[in-house]
C-alpha cells in the first residue's frame, strides 16, 4: 500500500534549536508539496518540487526555512532557528504530474506535529 | 487567480439525515476541483476529484458533488449521515500554469459534526 512517510510524527524543541522534517513521497510521483496547518491560518503552501527542482517557495519564509530534495524518495524541510509560532504540524504531499497533465490527487502523510516552546 | 470559499465553518447533523458542505471557486481556466476529507490527528485523504469529465462525481464513503460551472459551486453532498463521517473537509481547486505547474488552493475547511 504505497503511501507518503513523514518523520518525525511529533517534535517537542526548544525556541533556537535546528528543526528537520523528512518525507518520502510514493515512489514514481514527480511533485512534492508541504503544507503547514495551523488553527488560526489554516492550510498553507510552503514549498513546491516538481522533479526535484523547486518550483514554488514563496509562501515559506526565507530567513529561517529551507526546503530540499537531496533525491527523488526524500524531501527535507529545515528551520534555523525555531521559534513558536513555527508550532504547527506540517504536512507533506506527493502527486504526478506528466506530460503537462494532472493527474489530480495529492497524497498526504500522517504529518508532523511540531511544538516550540 | 484562483480561490476557494467554502461557506460554513461548521455543520452539524444528526445520523441518517442528508449532508451538505458548499463550496464556491472561482478561477481563470478550466478547473480540477477536489475534496478531502481529514480526520482528527490524521492526513488529508482524498474524498472525490473533478477533472473536465462528468459534472456529477461520485466519490468514497457514499459522498458525491456535482460541478456546476454557472454558479461556480461544487458543494458535497451525502444522503445520509454516520458517525465516522465526522471530519474536516476541505474543498480544492488546482488549474495548470505555466511551464506546467500546478498549484493546489484549500478552502478553510468544514467542519461536519454528526449528532447520535
Known amino acids: 500500500d504505497a503511501r507518503v512517510t513523514q518523520t518525525p510524527r511529533d517534535k517537542v524543541t526548544e525556541m533556537g534549536q535546528e528543526v528537520t522534517m523528512r518525507c518520502q513521497p510514493i515512489?514514481?510521483?514527480?511533485?512534492v508539496f508541504w503544507y503547514r496547518q495551523t488553527m488560526m491560518q489554516g492550510l498553507e503552501l510552503l514549498a513546491y518540487?516538481?522533479?526535484?527542482?523547486?518550483?514554488?517557495d514563496s509562501g515559506m519564509p526565507k530567513d529561517r526555512f529551507s526546503a530540499e530534495m537531496p533525491d527523488a524518495t526524500l524531501a527535507t524541510l529545515k528551520i534555523q532557528p525555531s521559534e513558536p509560532r513555527d508550532s504547527a504540524v506540517y504536512f507533506c504531499?506527493?502527486?504526478?504530474?506528466?506530460?503537462?497533465?494532472?493527474?489530480?490527487?495529492?497524497?498526504f502523510g500522517e504529518g508532523s506535529r511540531l511544538t516550540v516552546l | 487567480a484562483q480561490s476557494v470559499t467554502q461557506l460554513d465553518s461548521h455543520v452539524s447533523v444528526s445520523e441518517g439525515t442528508p449532508v451538505l458542505l458548499r463550496c464556491n471557486y472561482s478561477s481563470s481556466y478550466s478547473p480540477s476541483l477536489f475534496w478531502y476529507v481529514q480526520h482528527p490527528n490524521k492526513g488529508l485523504q482524498l474524498l472525490l476529484k473533478?477533472?473536465?469529465?462528468?459534472?456529477l462525481v461520485k466519490g468514497i464513503n457514499g459522498f458525491e458533488a456535482e460541478f456546476k460551472k454557472s454558479e461556480t459551486s461544487f458543494h458535497l453532498t451525502k444522503p445520509s449521515a454516520h458517525m465516522s463521517d465526522a471530519a474536516e473537509y476541505f474543498c480544492v481547486v488546482s488549474e495548470g500554469g505555466t511551464s506546467g505547474t500546478y498549484k493546489y488552493i484549500f478552502g478553510t475547511g468544514t467542519r461536519l459534526k454528526v449528532l447520535a
Open positions: 504531499a506527493s502527486g504526478l504530474v506528466y506530460g503537462g497533465l494532472n493527474t489530480g490527487e495529492l497524497f
Open positions: 515512489l514514481g510521483h514527480n511533485t
Open positions: 473533478y477533472t473536465s469529465a462528468a459534472t
Open positions: 518540487f516538481r522533479n526535484r527542482a523547486p518550483l514554488d
